[in-house]
């Protein structure tokens, strides 16, 4: 079956880092979205990719979706405490194409 | 606020037990999915209906079940509870059924004891 994963599992920053976090799928997505989870909170929808090659831009955030359409990478720019949290991406896959695939997610630790 | 509402909050029940989790889409939003979420785990998803039909199955246990009604609120009941089902299940909506962005309930915390 479609397998997301994602690494880093973990990632401690200090407060004014870069961070990237990076998505694998086994399968070719059609589209690719991001989203953020505060701890204790729910996802939120960040961006969603559909293009090969696509970059979008977030003010710190840039979203890279790869040219075959399998991998996709989230970086950050000078990292503040409020970027904490898990980072997820999700893919669409199964019979119907609906299921939404999450990855495996990377947490997030700012370090003041 | 997402628009999407799930209660009840929090669940505490016995092994054994039977539960319901309901979830109230956003306005207009006919998509409904189920996902659960074990302690620092991802997101796995178990559930789409579209419209009050299902549309896509993931790694849901036959002990639980789902539906969408009419009215596009949706329910997800879990029997014969065990220890192992103690999650967080959260509750997505979106406007169609691919491809769009997914709005998030703030999720059903069952403890099973």
């Known amino acids: 079956g479609q397998q997301v994963m994602q690494i880093p599992q973990y990632q401690h920053v200090q407060e004014g880092e870069d961070f990237t976090t990076y998505c694998n799928s086994s399968?070719?997505?059609?589209?690719i979205q991001w989203y953020k989870q505060r701890p204790g909170g729910h996802p939120v929808f960040l961006i969603q990719?559909?293009?090969?090659?696509e970059v979008k831009k977030q003010k710190r955030l840039t979203f890279q979706f790869g040219e075959a359409k399998k991998n996709s990478s989230l970086h950050i720019t000078a990292t503040q405490t409020t970027d904490v949290g898990t980072y997820f991406c999700?893919?669409?896959?199964?019979?119907?194409?609906?299921?939404?695939?999450f990855g495996t997610g990377t947490s997030l630790t700012v370090i003041p | 606020d997402s628009g999407v509402t799930q209660t009840p909050k929090h669940l505490i029940t016995a092994t054994g037990q039977r539960v319901t989790l309901r979830c109230s889409p956003r306005s207009g939003d006919l998509s409904v999915y189920w996902y659960q979420q074990s302690l620092d785990q991802g997101l796995q998803f178990l559930i789409q209906?579209?419209?009050?039909?299902?549309?896509a199955k993931g790694n849901i246990l036959e002990r639980f079940s789902a539906q969408q009604f009419p009215d596009l609120h949706s329910e997800l009941n879990l029997s014969s509870l065990e220890l192992g089902d103690s999650a967080l299940y959260f509750c997505?909506?979106?406007?169609?059924?691919?491809?769009?962005?997914?709005?998030f309930g703030q999720g059903t915390r069952l403890t099973v004891v």
């Open positions: 999700a893919g669409p896959g199964g019979n119907t194409g609906n299921q939404f695939y």
């Open positions: 209906y579209y419209n009050g039909e299902e549309r």
């Open positions: 997505a909506s979106s406007e169609t059924g691919a491809y769009t962005e997914a709005f």
């Open positions: 399968t070719t997505l059609s589209n």
């Open positions: 990719l559909v293009k090969s090659g």
